[in-house]
């Protein structure tokens, strides 16, 4: 018989072990009779000299193997009785257990998805991306640096270790079918979809012959915008669209969920097609470039051809490629804005759920000491002591596990609605969901939590003293209140770190809320517009469509000023150019660098942002008449020191004209509350120079490109939101295929840069909330439990006079006790947790004695609350029932 | 009645395939068997030998039948497997080294203490 069929066929073999064993003894009786003994005596005889049948058929029982199977069985139909004769505990037990759990498995499926996980093309491990290097780019301020179009052409044909692909973002009007829109554009490569191994929803890549100048006008559709647009029909091939006036006809859809770089594409054209001059210079670098290495290349191989390569085209092209050379490094997703934010969360929902862990194992503890009587019982009865601390265990697994099945549930459903509400755009998003790995974690989770608070009642299962316990009824003994007063004093310390970083939280937000960001947010109205693409070819015609475009804004009632500006503060975007006081220009690596504004005479009056010296522009600053440029107030510190910098000349990248200083006006904080804009001169840190210089005065050849970046900034005397509809039918009445997009009011713009804060203290809070609920509940748990365990000793003191309030004041004096441990141990705790939030969170503020006094009042007064209703209960102790007791 | 002694660890098993291999037996004659060879000098609780019988069916060693005895009642018979015969086959042959280095032992040191006391050995010390 195998051990499974032992195990299935139980009442089976029991019952033939009856009879097996009733035999002998029938047997054996029987012999005796026959010698002569007397029936009775013969059976008592039999029944002497076989032993005892119970020993003996647990021995056969032990003989199956198939024991502890039986004894879990057992012990989880015990446990599952307990629960039901005590269903509070058990429900507050597993609730707690379930959120904890919960919160730790939603916060481990993001770090797992977003952090950890693989990005979701082909083996990208043999993906690599490819960067330019030369000393003149400053990565720390630009990032890293992308390629020039014929640099990425020359790779791509000449490297043989890498299949090379690249893409430039771009953006576009398609004006149909359908309404006029603006649609974010990919002009890349052919080999695009191949080099990343997805295949493509329907239809075909683009081929190489449609990949070159005067290939056939073909586009391929991203994902999204096909569902939105075309309903996701197949028919959608051979379609036509129009984009940016060139007709083109659709080939295929891209694979769903397919942001290279984090950006989903609304349309893709062929690169290769487009022959602007910035893509036929070696100047400017548009192309973001991603390569595999091909079968058998090694990413060593690949680095050493990349230079090679980079000093063949120095040598070849001495002009632009002096200094230049190119790296590779394996492809990994941008996630460094949130990596911080992540592993925060993740530590502070580690945390509560460590306290979840000892509040259930101080409620268990609890449970266990009054149980002690019955535990002796069992011993004396014969049960070992492993096996008593096996069935302790089994009890608070079947807690973990039921908390962990009900915390998975929590975790499944709540992931997507708190995915949703993280502020702006968590990267890689759409590929966050509960894998088995995460589910592995969440299970493992559990049983670890069951073991952990489930160790310390199994380890008090009695071994000695076995009588003094029966007889003593469990009264405390020892140990358990030090092991209790441990239990309580963690809660706390955990409870400390978490309240004093939701307070720092706190303290942050309402400073940064308060921060002035140099210019005035309320009622202003803001938004990316693309004028018709028929004028784009001409700069005069350009200039004169914007002049009426803002003429016409102004006359909308409602509009007290409207202005025109390529970079808006707060929102994507900006420009930095270096600039100088006097020629010959410096090395572009050695340059001051201001943040540079294109902006309208009407800018200053919409944005409210003072103005110190001088004027700012106005309708007679045009082409004809001298260059004029408007500083901040840093940069006038910066460049003039205390001089008057009105009137004195400035030259900037922009062009080789110097520009005459009209004004200054105050600083701006572009980057929003957080942070002020940072840069590093000198290896110093230091505010970034800001400067604004007129459209009206943009080379012609900058007019189209800067017309396509422009949006239109609008204040008004009543709520801004309601002059979007009006705004909008101004722009469909110049030309219909004119659109307005990202619209925003600059109050939500300055909102949204401290939105990352505030995400982290709402979240903090409600866990420091959490904390401090269970650091209380268990605090009152141990504390009433303890009391009782002291009732006959308070009877005696009751009975020698003690009044009641020197008794509460002993009860709260040992609660309080056990808080102050706690606290110490927290603050360290805190200090630690600090250090970590100032640097992961922007615009943290130190952490502040004030706060952490705050936080420890309330704790202690929450400790005192907890306290208070045993201390009272104590107090009122009769002392004659309780020296009965 | 003689001293009674513990049984070696083992040696139960041992004694019961040696029972068994003579052909099927129920559990009470095998303790009536193993009583009469061991001439009452080991004493085994008689209910002791049944986790020891099941003990060696878990392992495949034995295998039980339930059949009629003559008495006409139903008992549960053990006889060897092949896997048991080999077992009580090979487990013989070890214990019969191991007793007869054991005797080796035992004569030696009684020579020795003989030889010390500067005797000659006697003859037929066995």
């Not at chain 1, 004093?489 to 809320?513: H, I, K, N």
């Not at chain 1, 005069?540 to 000023?561: C, E, F, H, S």
């Not at chain 1, 572009?588 to 200053?604: F, G, I, Q, W």
Request: charged fraction near 20%.
């Amino acid at each position: 018989m195998t051990w499974l069929n032992r195990l299935l066929r139980r009442r089976k073999l029991e019952d033939q072990l009856d009879r097996e064993l009733q035999f002998h003894l029938d047997q054996y009786a029987a012999d005796l009779i026959e010698r002569g003994a007397d029936p009775a005596a013969a059976r008592r005889r039999a029944q002497i000299e076989f032993g005892g049948a119970e020993q003996i058929k647990e021995a056969c029982r032990d003989a199956r193997g198939t024991r502890w199977v039986e004894d879990f069985a057992q012990d989880l139909r015990y446990s599952l009785r307990a629960w039901r004769q005590n269903p509070g505990f058990a429900t507050v037990a597993v609730l707690t257990l379930a959120l904890g759990i919960g919160a730790t498995t939603v916060m481990a499926t993001l770090v797992h998805s977003v952090l950890l996980n693989p990005l979701p093309f082909r083996d990208p491990r043999r993906m690599v991306s490819v960067h330019g290097a030369e000393p003149a780019w400053n990565v720390a301020l630009f990032g890293d640096e992308n390629l020039s179009n014929p640099d990425f052409r020359d790779l791509q044909r000449q490297s043989r270790s890498l299949n090379i692909t690249g893409w430039v973002f771009d953006n576009g009007t398609l004006s149909e079918p359908g309404d006029p829109e603006y649609v974010t554009e990919f002009d890349a490569s052919a080999n695009l979809f191949s080099v990343f191994g997805v295949p493509l929803t329907l239809g075909r890549s683009f081929q190489r012959d449609e990949d070159r100048p005067g290939g056939a006008p073909v586009a391929i559709l991203g994902y999204t915008f096909w569902r939105k647009h075309f309903g996701g029909s197949p028919s959608v091939l051979g379609a036509s669209l129009v984009l940016d006036t060139a007709r083109y006809t659709v080939v295929g859809v891209a694979p769903a969920q397919f942001e290279p770089g984090g950006v989903e594409a609304d349309v893709y054209t062929p690169l290769g097609r487009h022959t602007g001059p910035y893509l036929m210079r070696r100047g400017p670098h548009p192309v973001t470039t991603v390569a595999r290495l091909m079968p058998g290349a090694t990413l060593e191989q690949a680095k050493n051809e990349l230079s090679i390569l980079g000093r063949r085209l120095s040598a070849q092209y001495p002009d632009t490629n002096q200094d230049r050379s190119f790296i590779a490094r394996t492809l990994a997703p941008d996630v460094t804005g949130v990596r911080p934010t992540l592993w925060l969360l993740f530590g502070a929902v580690t945390l509560v759920l460590l306290i979840t862990c000892a509040d259930v194992a101080s409620l268990l503890l609890a449970r266990a000491v009054s149980r002690g009587r019955e535990f002796a019982m069992r011993v004396a009865l014969g049960a070992a002591r492993g096996r008593l601390a096996r069935q302790c265990l089994t009890e608070s697994a079947v807690l973990a596990v039921a908390g962990g099945i009900l915390g998975v549930i929590v975790a499944a459903t709540g992931i997507k609605p708190f995915v949703a509400a993280w502020p702006g755009a968590l990267p890689r998003a759409d590929e966050v969901s509960l894998d088995w790995r995460v589910l592995g974690f969440a299970l493992l989770l559990s049983l670890a939590s069951g073991l952990l608070f489930g160790l310390a009642p199994a380890l008090r299962a009695p071994s000695a003293q076995l009588e003094q316990t029966i007889r003593g009824g469990g009264r405390a003994i020892g140990g358990s209140r030090r092991l209790h007063g441990a239990f309580v004093a963690c809660e706390m310390a955990l409870a400390v770190v978490l309240l004093v970083s939701a307070g720092m939280l706190g303290d942050t937000l309402l400073r940064l809320s308060n921060v002035n960001p140099g210019l005035d947010p309320a009622n202003v109205l803001t938004a990316r517009t693309a004028l018709s693409p028929t004028v784009l070819d001409s700069p005069p015609k350009t200039r004169a469509m914007w002049d009426g475009l803002l003429a016409r804004i102004r006359r909308v009632p409602g509009v007290q000023a409207a202005a025109m500006v390529d970079t808006v503060p707060m929102r994507n975007g900006n420009n930095p150019l270096g600039y100088w006081l006097s020629p010959p220009a410096p090395p572009e690596n050695r340059m001051p660098m201001a943040l540079a504004t294109c902006v309208s005479p009407d800018y200053l009056k919409v944005m409210r942002i003072p103005l110190l010296h001088g004027r700012f522009f106005d309708d007679h600053d045009n082409l004809s008449s001298e260059p004029v440029i408007v500083i901040d107030e840093v940069m006038s510190g910066h460049a003039f020191g205390g001089e008057n910098p009105v009137g004195r000349q400035l030259w900037s990248q922009m062009g080789d004209q110097p520009a005459r200083i009209i004004g200054v006006v105050g600083h701006v904080r572009y980057y929003g509350l957080a942070n002020d804009d940072q840069t590093r001169v000198r290896g110093q840190a230091q505010v970034r120079d800001q400067f604004y210089y007129p459209f009206a005065q943009l080379p012609d050849r900058f007019v189209r490109r800067w017309s396509q970046l422009m949006s239109i900034a609008v204040r008004a005397g009543i709520n801004p939101l309601a002059l979007v509809e009006p705004v909008k039918s101004e722009l469909r009445a110049v030309s219909r295929d004119q659109v307005l997009y990202e619209v925003n009011t600059m109050q939500q713009l300055a909102r949204g840069t401290i939105e990352p804060q505030r995400f982290l203290l709402l979240l903090f809070g409600v866990f420091a909330a959490l904390a401090l609920l269970l650091a209380t509940v268990g605090n009152y748990g141990v504390l009433a439990y303890l009391t009782r365990q002291r009732v006959p000793e308070i009877g005696v003191r009751i009975a020698l006079g003690a009044t009641s309030g020197a008794v509460t004041r002993m009860v709260l004096r040992q609660s309080l006790a056990m808080v102050a441990i706690g606290v110490i141990a927290g603050v360290a705790g805190a200090l630690a947790a600090a250090r970590i939030l100032t640097s992961a969170v922007d615009g943290m503020a130190a952490i502040e004695p004030v706060t952490v006094l705050l936080m420890i009042t309330v704790l202690v007064a929450s400790a005192l609350v907890a306290g208070f209703i045993p201390a009272r209960r104590a107090a009122r102790i009769d002392p004659i029932t309780a020296l009965r007791q | 009645m003689p001293p009674k002694s513990d049984l070696p660890q083992g040696t139960l098993d041992l004694l019961i395939l040696k029972v068994a291999a003579l052909g099927p037996v129920h559990g009470y004659a095998i303790a009536q068997r193993l009583q009469q060879v061991s001439r009452d000098v080991v004493q085994v609780p008689q209910g002791s030998l049944y986790p020891a019988l099941h003990r060696l069916e878990n392992r495949g060693l034995l295998a039980a039948d339930w059949k009629q005895t003559e008495t006409g009642r139903e008992a549960r018979f053990y006889r060897l497997t092949r896997k048991g015969r080999a077992h009580l086959e090979a487990e013989t042959a070890s214990w019969q080294r191991l007793s007869e280095a054991v005797a080796l032992i035992l004569r030696m040191s009684a020579g020795g203490r003989e030889s010390r006391l500067g005797l000659e050995a006697p003859n037929g010390v066995e």
